[in-house]
T-cell receptor, first 112, second 117 residues
Framework: AQRVTQPEKLLSVFKGAPVELKCNYSYSGSPELFWYVQYSRQRLQLLLRHISRESIKGFTADLNKGETSFHLKKPFAQEEDSAMYYCALSRYGSGNTGKLIFGQGTTLQVKP | GAVVSQHPSWVICKSGTSVKIECRSLDFQATTMFWYRQFPKQSLMLMATSNEGSKATYEQGVEKDKFLINHASLTLSTLTVTSAHPEDSSFYIC?????????????FGPGTRLTVT
């Protein structure tokens, strides 16, 4: 079965501290992984996707197929990073219907 | 970037009535639109996938006769909650993917808050 697990509902850190939001997945095929972010009173938006291998707003995420993980990391958290973060999975490549399976979400709270 | 709008942003209706929610892609053609439901402090649950000009594909457990989806054009999909009940109260979010931007990137609408009294 396809599943995305975010074990932490809430992650609270101080400004300047490192952040790691955990995401594990189970999928029998070749997955495409995403991180979406939802700031307060705003719509869901794409933060990054594993195939892009880029850093957005200082965040990076590496797909580890051995551990079936796609953790989101940032070395120094900023207050404006406070938001809800969702890890999501889709089928990669041909036959991709675009369907996303979302994890439960993690609220990141960055304290001053 | 690609923009998706939803209308209305919030609606209150009486039990037994029907409510229509619109999802529009404003600056791109959406070959596929998705409808999600989100309960308070919970994740998004995919309800159905809607392709322009064809019948929607519903996820397991979603009543197709209760949640009618129409995707009549490349820029508009509608979700109609028929004979609404209080348990249908939720936040409904649509997303769209299409010919603009990286393939299969989904662009999300702002959501519609439905309250059934």
């Amino acid at each position: 079965a396809q599943r995305v697990t975010q074990p932490e509902k809430l992650l609270s850190v101080f400004k300047g501290a490192p952040v790691e939001l955990k995401c594990n997945y189970s999928y029998s095929g070749s997955p495409e992984l995403f991180w979406y972010v939802q700031y307060s009173r705003q719509r869901l938006q794409l933060l990054l996707r594993h195939i892009s291998r880029e850093s957005i707003k200082g965040f990076t995420a590496d797909l580890n197929k051995g551990e079936t993980s796609f953790h989101l990391k940032k070395p120094f958290a900023q207050e404006e990073d406070s938001a809800m973060y969702y890890c999501a999975l889709s089928r990669y490549g041909s036959g991709n219907t675009g369907k996303l399976i979302f994890g439960q979400g993690t609220t990141l709270q960055v304290k001053p | 970037g690609a923009v998706v709008s939803q209308h209305p942003s919030w609606v209150i209706c009486k039990s037994g009535t029907s409510v229509k929610i619109e999802c529009r892609s404003l600056d791109f053609q959406a070959t596929t639109m998705f409808w999600y439901r989100q309960f308070p402090k919970q994740s998004l649950m995919l309800m159905a996938t809607s392709n322009e000009g064809s019948k929607a594909t519903y996820e397991q457990g979603v009543e197709k006769d209760k949640f009618l989806i129409n995707h009549a054009s490349l820029t508009l999909s509608t979700l109609t909650v028929t004979s609404a009940h209080p348990e249908d109260s939720s936040f409904y979010i649509c997303s769209a993917t299409g010919l603009a931007g990286p393939s299969y990137e989904q662009y999300f609408g702002p959501g519609t808050r439905l309250t059934v009294t």
